[in-house]
């Protein structure tokens, strides 16, 4: 079975600019998350989205934003971007409701020069 | 909210010793899991072992165990015959109990193995 799975790997983009970032979840996994890790410390939630709907949001500014799709794939859109948001972003999935754990995708590492 | 503590950020260990990274938590919750989570280089999240807070007996899992402490909100990982693999950055994370893949960390210990 393929784990989560994000992608680009590494991009790099100009001040101002928008990203999208994707993600696709373990099979049966219907809980999707973001977060923001920061080089040294340790990830931050952004959000959690699960049956297409956001169940949850972290203290980001509201130029980030995400959905889910039907086929419980996630994009994380970051608007406006600043030198700050530079950092490596981590996806998760899991069941939800019942337990357990959040299985991790290798991470999107976004550079913003 | 939740809070999760990690006051030891760098510790280092002789291979095949054992080694203790400690880990505290705050929260109001009655039903949540508690986990370790262990980040190498290659960026890649690993979960370690997880503890369920219902349960008392400690959690265990080949050469890693946990001391769980629940009225002391202390959630310690200890690692046995350390290995030069198990160099990594490690993570204590807190779920509560239904929330699926939302988590709160810590800020990380760097454990280094040496030969």
């Known amino acids: 079975d393929a784990g989560v799975t994000q992608s680009p790997t590494h991009l790099i983009k100009t001040r101002g600019q928008q990203v999208t970032l994707r993600c696709s979840p373990i099979s049966g996994h219907k809980s999707v998350s973001w977060y923001q890790q920061v080089l040294g410390q340790g990830p931050q939630f952004i959000f959690q989205y699960y049956e297409k709907e956001e169940r949850g949001r972290g203290n980001f500014p509201d130029r980030f934003s995400a959905r889910q799709f039907p086929n419980y794939s996630s994009e994380l859109n970051v608007n406006a971007l600043l030198l700050g948001d530079s950092a490596l972003y981590l996806c998760?999935?899991?069941?939800?409701?019942?337990?357990?754990?959040?299985?991790f995708g290798q991470g999107t590492r976004l550079t913003v020069v | 909210a939740q809070t999760v503590t990690q006051s030891q950020p760098e510790m280092s260990v002789q291979e095949a010793e054992t080694v203790t990274l400690s880990c505290t938590y705050d929260?109001?919750?009655?039903?949540?899991?508690l986990f370790w989570y262990k980040q190498p280089p290659s960026r890649q999240m690993i979960l370690v072992i997880r503890q369920e807070a219902y349960k008392q007996q400690n959690a265990t899992e080949n050469r890693f165990s946990v001391n769980f402490q629940k009225a002391a909100k202390s959630f310690s990982l200890k690692i046995s015959d350390s290995q030069l693999g198990d160099t990594a950055m490690y993570f204590c994370?807190?779920?509560?109990?239904?929330?699926?893949?939302?988590?709160?960390f810590g800020e990380g210990t760097q454990l280094t193995v040496n030969p």
């Open positions: 929260t109001s919750e009655n039903n949540y899991y």
């Open positions: 998760a999935s899991s069941f939800y409701g019942g337990v357990t754990e959040a299985f």
């Open positions: 994370a807190f779920m509560k109990g239904t929330s699926g893949s939302r988590l709160t």
